[in-house]
Each structure stands twice: as C-alpha cells, then as structure tokens.
C-alpha cells in the first residue's frame, strides 16, 4: 500500500502530492504516473531525468497520441486490450482520453466488447487490478484486503462471475465487468480512480470451456454452492465491513439463485445495492418516463410485457409498477398491467414452485380465460402479445432475436406509438435491433437499447437510438450516496434517480429525438441524479440533513477531473 499526502498550493489553490516514490516505480504507478508529462521540475525533484525523452508534453497532446495508437488497433478486442493497458500505465492519461472521446470509448471500455475480455480474460490477461477472493483463500480475506494497493476505499463493484452479461458463467474472467463498471463510475460519475476496488470473488466455475483451457486462471474447481457458499460472502462482507465501514458496494452479475437473495441479506446492513435488479430498474423506469411524456400518455395507463422474468425483469416490472401506484392505481391494479414472461411462459395462476420474486407477478387464471392459445400450457410472447395488447415491450432474458417480426408488427397493430426496449447486453445477446424494429413498425416504435447502436435511418428519417443501460444510474447513485455519506440505499433513491434521469431525456420536446441524453452527456446527467439522490437520501433519514446549496457544494466537490496533480517527494 502507499500512502501519499494531498495538499493545496494557498495560491493557486492547485492540488500538491507528496508521493514517497521516486525513478521507475513512479513511473509505473498508474495513479501517479504522467509519463512525458511530468515538468522539468518535478522530473529533477523526482528522480526521472533521462528516464524519459527530453520534451515535456502537454495532456491534450498525450490524449492525441493516445488517440491514434486507439484508432491504429485492428479490432474492438485489440482496442479493448490497449485502453486496459493505458488505465494500467496512467489513469489521468486514461480517464482523459475516454472523456473525450466517450462515444467511441465507452462501448469498448464496457458492452459490447467487455463480454469478449471477460470470456478471453485467461487470454488477453496482462497486469493485475482488483481484488481476487478465491474460495480456498477463505480464511484470510483481511489479509488480501490489507493487499491492495488502496488504504481507502469508497466503491466496490464484487462479482462472482456466474451470469456475465447474457453470456453466462465467466469464472474469474468476470473480473472485466468490476473493472469495467468502476471505469464508468469514474469517467461519468467523477468517482476518484484511487478510491475504487474491483472484486472477483472466485468460487469456482462451471463452465466446461474455461475447466478445460489449459491457460485458465481462475480456480480450477466446480462452483462451490449452498451453505459453503453463503458462509464465504459473509466472511467477505464482515471483512469489507471491518476494513471500509463506510464503503458503497454493488453487486454485479450473479446468477438469479444468489442475486436477490444476497440483496436481501445485505440491504439493511451496509450501504449496498445490486445494480442488475435496482439500477438497471431505475434506468428503464426512467427511461419509459420519458418515452411515455413523449407519447402524450400517462405511466399508469400502460400495459407492460416483459420478456424474461429474472433479476432485471422482475426488478424493473417492481419498480414501474411502484411508480404507477405514484400515479394514482392500486397495487392490485397495477400489477395487473404487467404480464412476466420466462422459459416456461407467461407467470400465472397455478405455477407452482416460483420464486418468491416471480411470484408477485402472476397473473390470475380470471384475467387469461377469454385467451385463444394454441397451447394453453405455454403462453409465450406472441399470445401475450396479441392478447394482453402491451403498449411498452421491454426484454431482458439474453435471447437474440426473441422480438420476432410477427411479435413486433403485431404490437405495433394493436398500439399507436410501442415503446419497445430489447435490453439483452452484450449485443449479441439484443432480442431484436432498432433497425428491424424501426422497419417492422414503420418509424413508430420508440426503441432504447441495453448495449449500444448506430443512429437508425429509415424512410429518410435519422432516429438516435438511446442505451438504456445502468450505466446511466449507477455512476450519479454513487455519487450521490458518497457526496451525503449515505448510510443505506433506499428503494426511494431509485426512484429520484429515475425521475431525474427522466428530467434530462429530450424525447418529449423534440420529435424523433432519443430517449435519454447522448453518452457526451453522461457527466452532467450524473450530476443531475446525485444531487436527486442525495437529497432523497437526507429525505429519508440516512444521511445527516444538508441544505440544497450544501448538497450541490458536496456533490460539486465529489467530481473528480482527470487532470494531473502537482508532485513533489516526500
Ligand atoms: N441494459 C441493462 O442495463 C441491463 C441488461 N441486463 C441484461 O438482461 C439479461 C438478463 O439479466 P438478468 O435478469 O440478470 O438474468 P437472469 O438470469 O436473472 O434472468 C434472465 C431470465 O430470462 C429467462 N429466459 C431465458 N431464456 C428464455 C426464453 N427463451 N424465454 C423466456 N425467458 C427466458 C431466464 O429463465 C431468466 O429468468 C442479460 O442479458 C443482461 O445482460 C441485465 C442488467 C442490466
Ligand atoms: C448492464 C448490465 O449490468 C448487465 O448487462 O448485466
Ligand atoms: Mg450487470
């Protein structure tokens, strides 16, 4: 671990590190590292003369550099590889670059291409970052806490790897989404780079490829379950509780046996979320806020079918239906509007064995029997779709293609302006693409994506296509929740963060316009739901009370700009 001193210049106000190291290991500490940068005088204070050439550069002219070794790479893959290596080599230089260039960056640095470095991990792996909590370790997680090169921690994104994406178990590959996923909570959120961890909890894997492949580097064994399983995140969660009492941490892409369930054990004793269920809630329930302002209709007057009833679907059907009780409906009334459909159909009256999640969503036998289905013991999407009349589509069951011609023509049949929302990541994994959507429903379909895509063009008419990922939540929750020092994450700060990610979509004054702001953006829509969380977050009681001047200084002050620091030794 090292430990360095921040100061500030009482003249300039500029900030000034006091870092113990000096020559080479400077130059390969990411953190500190400005490569030709660094000035004349720090390059003699610092030990670095000749270590580097001669002419010391600005930032914007390494970020040129920077740029053209991007643009020189053959492939998404090789792209993905060298930004990993630059994030590695000089985090200002990193953060920088992808601010800059976020539309081209973004989508490499996370979906689509992350999905392949995660399933190449063991192949493309070069440097070490994050934290590796491998099941035989079990004993001795203060001890690799203690490891890591931060003493202070504000955010940690764990996976165990089992649901990567739509692309299933990934084992200690799964390590590229933390990594990914904290690179956004920077690069939109403002999160200092420093402060973040990422972690792999390694428990083994079940996937026959990676057991099999002889460079695999995670912990060769089947994937440990039940009690044992339990009883190692809770010793990881008491020692992140011990070392970073007042850290944030995400649970990211597990599998649907463990997501909720962990969500429940940890919601009310640490500050904890699970961003697949909640964030991913909160981004579609804004992102349906917007689309339906847009239309002229109201939330409550929808009828909603989603496609895949698991952690995402169930969380974002929760969440729109406690925003349509906002509105004015019942519960009952409400949840009447949502028809949830999985493998083995549409959830209804007389499943037995769902869980608990799924359960809320069934829809009574009542409601169904003037149906004509073929097979009346599989309801699939296109009964529900001819019958239930949906007027908003949303997918999340990591089945391309799903979202057939004849499912969509027939929505689009049956309602004026669809909302339909193929959120499946990575791309490959999209239930249908905006170009075919767009086509099937002749320019009606309001349509947001969870990985990205090109603008769609269709009779003439250019329509952006929006992603409706979580990315867009998570980084200003964080921001928020860190900005107040919130104690808890409340069900009410999904709420404000979808609100105000729905305040910022221009779909509802301009025709044709996407449904939430371009990723150029990102920062200033951060921002935006920060400061809506941290206010909910002093509403509710978990975060000492502040006024809105306060709140907006803290959030102001939280953002952290890649730019480099003044250094001196110490
Ligand atoms: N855009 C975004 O921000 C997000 C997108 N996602 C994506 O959503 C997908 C699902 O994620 P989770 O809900 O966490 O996974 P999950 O495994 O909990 O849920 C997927 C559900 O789809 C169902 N399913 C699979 N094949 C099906 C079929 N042929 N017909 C009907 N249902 C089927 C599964 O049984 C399961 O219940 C993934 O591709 C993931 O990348 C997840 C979180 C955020
Ligand atoms: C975006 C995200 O969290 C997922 O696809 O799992
Ligand atoms: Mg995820």
Request: charged share 20%; net charge negative; with cysteine.
């Amino acid at each position: 671990m090292i430990d360095f001193k921040i100061t500030r210049d009482p003249q300039t106000g500029e900030e000034i590190w006091a870092v113990p190291l000096r020559g080479p290991l400077l130059l390969n500490h990411p953190l500190f590292n400005k490569g030709t940068a660094f000035p004349e005088q720090e390059r003699r204070e610092l030990g670095l003369l000749g270590l580097l050439p001669p002419h010391v550069d600005t930032l914007e002219i390494q970020v040129e550099r920077a740029y053209e070794a991007f643009r020189s790479k053959p492939t998404d893959l090789e792209r993905h590889i060298y930004l990993r290596a630059l994030q590695d080599e000089n985090e200002v230089l990193f953060y920088r670059l992808i601010q800059d260039y976020i539309e081209e960056t973004m989508p490499v640095v996370y979906t689509p291409t992350v999905g392949e470095a995660c399933q190449l991990f063991s192949h493309i792996y070069r440097h070490p970052r994050g934290l590796f909590v491998a099941y035989p370790e079990r004993e001795h997680i203060d001890e690799l806490l203690a490891n890591t090169p931060q003493r202070h921690v504000d955010v940690i994104v764990v996976t165990d790897g089992e649901r990567i994406l739509g692309l299933g178990d990934q084992g200690a590959g799964g390590m590229g989404i933390p990594i990914g996923k904290l690179a956004l909570y920077t690069l939109c959120g403002g999160i200092h780079p420093a402060r973040t961890l990422p972690v792999l909890l390694d428990v083994g894997t079940d996937n026959p490829d990676l057991l099999n492949d002889p460079l695999y580097m995670g912990w060769r064994h089947p994937r440990v379950r039940g009690a044992e399983y339990d009883a190692f995140v809770e010793r990881f969660v008491q020692a992140v509780m011990r070392r970073y009492p007042n850290l944030l941490l995400q649970w990211e892409d597990f599998a649907q046996a463990h997501a909720g369930p962990l969500l429940e054990r940890y919601r009310d004793r640490l500050c904890t979320f699970n961003d697949d269920i909640q964030g991913t809630a909160a981004v579609a329930t804004g992102t349906v806020l917007a689309a339906v302002e847009a239309v002229g209709t109201r939330l409550r007057d929808q009828v909603v079918a989603v496609f895949g009833a698991g952690s995402a679907g169930c969380g974002i059907a929760e969440q729109l239906c406690a925003a349509m009780v906002g509105e004015g409906l019942s519960e009952t009334e409400a949840r009447s509007r949502f028809f949830l459909i999985d493998r083995t159909g549409l959830l209804r009256e007389g499943f037995s064995g769902l869980p608990p999640f799924q359960r809320a969503f069934v829809q009574p036998s009542s409601a169904l029997a003037s149906w004509r289905l073929d097979r009346p013991d599989h309801i699939g999407l296109a009964d529900v779709v001819s019958h239930a009349k949906p007027t908003i589509l949303i997918g999340v069951s990591g089945v391309a293609g799903a979202f057939t011609e004849t499912i969509v023509k027939t929505m689009a049949d049956l309602t004026p302006r669809p909302i339909i929302l193929p959120l499946s990541n990575p791309t490959s994994r999209c239930e249908a693409l905006p170009a075919q959507i767009l086509a099937w429903t002749e320019g009606r379909a309001l349509v947001a994506t969870g990985s990205p895509f090109a603008d769609v063009v269709w009779s003439g008419r250019r329509f952006p296509v929006s992603q409706c990922n979580n990315s867009y939540v998570f980084p200003g929750l964080g921001l928020g929740i860190l900005a107040v020092g919130a104690r808890r994450v409340t069900q009410g700060m999904f709420m404000a963060a979808a609100r105000a990610l729905a305040d910022t979509s221009p779909a509802p004054t301009l025709p044709d316009a996407p449904l939430l702001p371009p990723l150029t953006a990102s920062r200033s829509v951060s921002h935006c739901i920060a400061l809506a969380v941290a206010k909910e977050a002093i509403a509710a009681g978990v975060a000492a009370p502040a006024s809105d001047t306060e709140v907006e200084r803290l959030v102001h002050e939280r953002m952290w700009t890649p730019a480099y620091a003044r250094l001196t030794g110490c």
